[in-house]
């Protein structure tokens, strides 16, 4: 079961296009690197991929199905560059890091999140401690496919690299694919089994 | 020659209110100290939530309402009071802030570099302090939201750059720029600083600090830990296990984490504020802990690599 983006072609009215015939394929397993200066359609494309956003021409394939074609939770999910705008604000975290079901004690261990975090508001927590729940909550169960869109890039190389060894452990035993998006290029060196320009 | 800027002993604390009438103190930064000598960069490295964006609010005197800030501040060997700091903010110490939000909307891009001066003068330096940065005129007639974000921070930067700084203080100033662009920008700091002004460099990100610093001071959880020289770094020369595991935890390094996360401001228990998640504490480090001199750097630890155990 792979996910295909197929030549991709995105654009906003006046401004021309951001994406155009752009195509990927990413394996379960498989850790594909995404890297290319500001501006290039890095994000626009984890969107399309995820199904936030149509693309203009192009379509996008899960196990040679269009991703609309599927109910419920989506199998592919994005984790986003700011957690604090991934969150409700007016939801405690243990409530939002629930929204995709119940997330195991292991998982948060794993984490390192705080038993205490669990009870406050997004506004009182760090991007770093904010991103570990956006994580968790991406974990769910039937998802297949994680869009890691420079998730760890305001983070100290410490929180960094607690984030990246628990979900390359979890990717490796759920044989989870990712697309790891990132200007830094000893990162995608370190985590990726490929890499692709934009 | 004076140290451009002394900070001795600083501390800061907001007071909060809980349950509308209970009242404490919350300490955020605890004895910070640094120097920072003309012509050198000096990089404050912490993590987000260390309370290292306070330190730049409290040298230009623009802390909130609510805070408390204790210790020592000199500006060029006088004491940096709040009546000097204002006097000389904007003008002899400027800050490079963090966001693009801190460009007026309304105002386009010239006259927000004159700072409301109109004259041929003021004109003629503006252009050059754009064209500098590799801006050109046609800049000058845009407003804030037609900039893209590398051009943005040129822009800031160069509203620094126009008044010749004695201090030029730069908050976080390349997050979400590509490493060519975070390089380009950092470049700017190290050509101010070799102009002979001293720059503080406040940023989580160590690598890129590590490019252009001379000194690197580290920040864990309102504290300075150590002050290393840059080129500690790579030789292998870290005093405190806190950036020890910094320098590890890099993806071109080790690329190893340890556990746990920073406590939070109110929430440390006493003495070493790394202690839960270090692999050198004894009981000892719950006491008080000394900043000590070891190999040419400075560290707050009992037991730093390099130094004897006492």
Known sequence: MSLEGRNLTFGYRK????LDQISLTLEPGERLGLAGPSGRGKTTLCKLLAGYERPGGGEVLLDGRPLDAYRGLCPVQMIWQHPETAVDPLLKLKDSVSEA????????????????????????????ELQRFCIARALAPGVKYLLCDEITAM?????????????????EERQLGLL????????????CTRIQRL | ????????????????????????????IRNLSLTVEAGQVAAVVGSSGSGKSLLAHG????LPYNSHMEGELRYKGQPLTPKRSEALRGREIVLVPQGVTYLDPLMKVGPQ????????Q????????????????????????ELSGGMARRVLIATAAAQSPGLLIADEPTPGLDARAAGRILGHFREIADQGAGVLLITHDLELALTIADKVAVFYAGETVEEANASDFSAGRLRHPYTNALWNALPQNGFTPIPGAQPWPGEEGSGCPFAPRCPRRTEACVGEIPVRSVNGGRVRCLYPEGGERP
């Open chain 1, 15 to 18: 401004k021309g296009r951001v």
């Open chain 1, 101 to 128: 079901g119940p997330v195991g004690e292991e998982l948060l261990e794993a984490l390192h999140i705080q038993p205490g975090w669990l009870e406050r508001y997004p506004a009182e927590l760090s991007g770093g």
């Open chain 1, 155 to 171: 983070l100290d190389p410490i929180t960094q690299a607690q984030i990246w060894n628990v979900l390359l452990a979890q990717a």
């Open chain 1, 180 to 191: 790891i998006v990132s200007h830094d290029s000893a990162l995608l060196e370190r985590l």
């Open chain 2, 1 to 28: 020659m004076e140290p451009v800027l002394e900070v001795k002993d600083l501390s800061i604390s907001f007071t909060q209110y809980q349950g509308g009438t209970r009242r404490r103190e919350l300490p955020v």
């Open chain 2, 59 to 62: 040298i230009l005197g623009i």
């Open chain 2, 113 to 120: 570099l004159r700072g409301g001066r109109r004259d041929a």
């Open chain 2, 122 to 145: 003021a004109k003629a330096r503006s252009r050059a302090v754009l064209e500098r940065y590799g801006l050109g005129a046609e800049t000058e007639e845009l407003y804030p939201f």
